[in-house]
């Protein structure tokens, strides 16, 4: 069941994504968050550092899960997903090193290690979920195709992905071409999931979401399914819904 709020601009909509994940933060202090990467969450965790230093809500029994990571990045890699989400959540929050877990995209063994970051997932399920979609309709790195039943796994990534996720490097020929993540029933284990999605080119995969045939060539599509989606939108990523 889709919960949908459309707001004029980016930092309207990072603001309500925030009293989402406050709320989930205040009524449960040891609260399991799914947390994901991208420009969608930049303003939700911006302003979750911001309560954090002048109001002191504590972080410090919250256990968190990121979605996804790039294979062959090394962790110190300006563009990892550890880096990212050190640098804009982490770093200046109280939450303990012990109860943050990324995938890790150098594991020696990636499929052994997806196996045993799906059995962490699977007992510590998801209070609420962090979620952007991509342009194609992917959620985390579950792209077109990818099997509603997926758990933890590596992925190719598709050319739009990876088209996408360009801006961010100096070259297309940068951008990795594998990533693991969680998989679908990661993501529908999920109590609450918070779906932010904002500018034009996110249209088409919003309303493939909320209005499109169910199916796994669109994978958010999947989340019609799910008894609780809060969806937070700019008026460019809602007009076409």
């Not at 933060?25 to 002048?54: C, F, I, R, W």
């Not at 809500?57 to 294979?71: G, K, P, R």
């Not at 594991?107 to 196996?115: D, F, I």
């Amino acid at each position: 069941m889709f919960e949908i709020y459309v707001y004029e601009n980016y930092e309207e909509v990072s603001q309500k994504a925030f009293e989402v994940m406050k709320k989930i933060v205040s009524e449960k202090p040891n609260a399991v968050l799914g947390l994901a990467t991208g420009s969608s969450p930049v303003g939700l965790y911006k302003k979750m550092v911001e309560d954090h230093q002048k109001n002191g809500t504590s972080y410090a029994d919250i256990v968190s899960y990121n979605l996804d990571e790039y294979i062959g990045l090394p962790v110190t890699h300006s563009q990892s997903y550890s880096t990212f989400m050190h640098e804009n959540l982490f770093d200046a929050i109280d939450i303990k090193k012990d109860n943050i877990h990324l995938p890790s995209g150098v594991s020696s063994n990636l499929e052994k290690h997806a196996a045993a970051y799906e059995e962490e997932l699977e007992m510590n399920p998801q209070d609420i979920q962090v979620l952007g979609v991509g342009s194609n309709g992917h959620i985390g790195f579950n792209e077109p195709g990818s099997s509603f039943d997926s758990v933890t796994h590596v992925v190719t990534l598709k050319h739009q992905t990876r088209l996408d996720n360009a801006r961010f490097f100096a070259t297309l020929e940068e951008v990795p071409t594998h990533a693991v993540t969680m998989g679908i029933q990661d993501i529908m284990r999920a109590k609450t999931i918070l779906m932010v999605a904002t500018s034009l080119k996110k249209a088409d995969a919003v309303y493939g979401m909320i209005k499109g045939e169910i199916t796994e060539n669109v994978p958010a599509s999947i989340l019609q399914k799910h008894p609780h989606v809060i969806v937070v939108l700019d008026k460019a990523a809602a007009s076409e819904i």
